[in-house]
């Protein structure tokens, strides 16, 4: 062997060597590099929804069934129950003592690819379904007590898969139920018969964009108006007549916010009503009448679809996935003059966050699911007093991980629907979290739709079924 090739080989040995180096430092002497989701990464974006001229509400399916549909004092009317705040309120007792065979269940129902949850009211149930076989949105009014179909009023909706297809919660008060479908087209029905009332397609009619993933938005009702986020090229919130459909008041778009999965929120801060929306750009504010209040586009996550949550006078906490993290704005209000500034902003591994549900606030304590991008408390239900944030003061633990699933508080405790379909019963005392039960009550994945409850029934959804459970301790005859 020549004395080059001796030098040459040398020289190879001498940069594998400092290859093998370089690698051990950075893999075990530098920090780990967080790397958070991008809400880019299925290409959802290039997913153009093609545009069509669609008659909503056309399509109307009466069942010829022989029930008849019991009375049922208790409701959930919309997104959240009727204080939006998912606080179920009930006096009786709720069984947390399955065995084997696990709660009771009324029906199951099999739906359409989505996550759309139900709400009750007048002992039905209803649903914003997205129909297969007619490529239809469809809203479905069932029986509460015995599941059966009573009738349905929808209209065709050819859309691509794009995780699932159905999104959003309808709303219901004095008898009408309005929805808001993956195409941002709105419908407003007879609660009881079905008839069309009105709809709006809020694209034809503001220039709306519909979001990455389709329209996630829940509708509001208030005082006989329905309050939507539009994001639209001149108008950002509208308020439409219930019965109607006319046009109550608009709020200008100044700043070019765009529609986003979060939903209005309403709520008085610093002593004045406010309509509160998060859009795509920033979050802004207007009054009863629709007048702009405040605007803030200095914190604006790519995807938005929790609501802003009010956490005191003046002060909201607002949470975003794909490490958006979350951040406190504080809003103040000087002589008639409002403003609105970010007063503290973290990642997820840094403090309380959320990808898909709206935390709970009980009292001072705020309770959510951490999201993916969390770090070693991702997918953990979590506890934080919000007068020390972005501190954690309580966590289910690395054994308690739910996904992006959907949780409420019932009778003193959380129940909370994870990815699987598996619903768990926590409840929460001395600064911790306690697990009461829990069973996998539903078959599929991707159990995302928000719980309905009312007067001690509760209804689930995975990503294509519907379950209605009978929690009550003591059913009356």
């Known amino acids: ?23 051990h430092y950075l893999t075990f002497t530098t920090p780990r590099r967080v790397d958070y989701a991008e809400p880019v990464r299925d290409k959802s974006e290039n997913r153009v929804v093609k545009k069509m001229t ?16 019991q009375e049922f004092a ?32 009324l029906w199951r129902k099999p739906l359409g690819e989505g996550y759309s949850g139900a709400i009750i009211a007048n002992g039905r149930v209803y649903v914003l379904d997205y129909v297969e076989e007619d490529s239809s949105d469809a809203l479905r009014c069932f029986e509460l007590f015995g599941g059966t179909e009573l009738w349905r009023r929808g209209y065709k909706n050819p859309i691509r898969r794009n995780h699932g297809k159905s999104r959003t919660i309808p709303a219901y008060s004095d008898g009408v139920v309005v929805t808001l479908g993956p195409a941002a087209h709105v419908m407003a029905v007879d609660a009881e018969s079905g008839d069309l009332l009105w709809s709006r397609d809020l694209v ?15 509708p509001l009702i208030e005082d006989g108006n329905v309050i939507l986020g539009v994001g639209g090229e001149k108008v950002l ?31 008085t801060l610093c002593g004045t009503k ?92 705020m309770f959510v699911i951490q999201p993916k991008d969390a770090g070693a408390r991702r997918a953990e239900f979590i506890a934080a007093d919000v007068s020390s944030l972005p501190e954690i003061k309580a966590e289910s633990g690395k054994d308690a991980r739910f996904g992006l699933g959907p949780y409420l508080y019932a009778d003193g405790a959380f129940w909370i629907l994870d990815d699987e379909g598996v619903l768990s019963v926590y409840e929460y005392k001395d600064d911790r979290f306690e697990r009461l039960a829990d069973y996998k009550i539903l078959p599929g994945v ?10 001690g029934l509760m209804i689930l959804r995975d990503s294509t079924s519907m379950v209605c459970l009978d929690l009550r301790n003591e059913v009356e005859p």
């Open 274 to 365: 406010q309509y509160i929306y998060a859009g795509i750009g920033g979050i802004a504010a207007c009054d009863e009448q629709g007048k702009p209040l405040w605007t803030c586009t200095k914190w604006k996550p790519a995807v938005w679809a929790p609501t802003p949550l009010v956490i005191g006078d003046g002060r909201l906490f607002l949470t975003a996935g794909y490490g958006a993290g979350s951040s406190l704005l504080n809003v103040k209000k000087d002589g008639d003059v409002f403003s609105a500034s970010v007063e503290q902003e973290w990642k997820p591994t840094q403090g309380p966050a959320s990808e898909q549900q709206t935390p709970i606030l009980i009292g001072d304590t």
């Open 204 to 218: 034809d009619a503001y220039g709306a964009e519909i979001p990455q993933w389709y329209a996630g938005q829940c």
């Open 54 to 69: 669609t008659q909503i509400g056309a399509d109307f399916s009466k069942f010829d069934v022989d029930v008849s549909v």
């Open 446 to 455: 991707d159990s995302w739709g928000p719980i309905a409850f009312a007067g």
């Open 237 to 267: 919130m509208t308020a439409l007549d219930l019965r109607t459909g006319e046009t109550v008041w608009e709020t200008p778009n100044d700043h070019a916010l765009k529609m986003s999965h979060s939903s209005v929120v309403s709520a």
């Open 1 to 23: 062997m020549t004395a080059q090739i001796v030098n040459n080989m040398l020289k190879v040995f001498a940069v594998a060597a400092a290859c093998i180096g370089i690698w």
């Open 74 to 105: 208790f409701e959930w009317p919309c997104f959240r129950g009727a204080a939006r705040d998912n606080l179920a309120k009930y006096d009786g007792e709720l069984t947390r003592t399955w065995g084997e065979s696990g709660p009771k269940v």
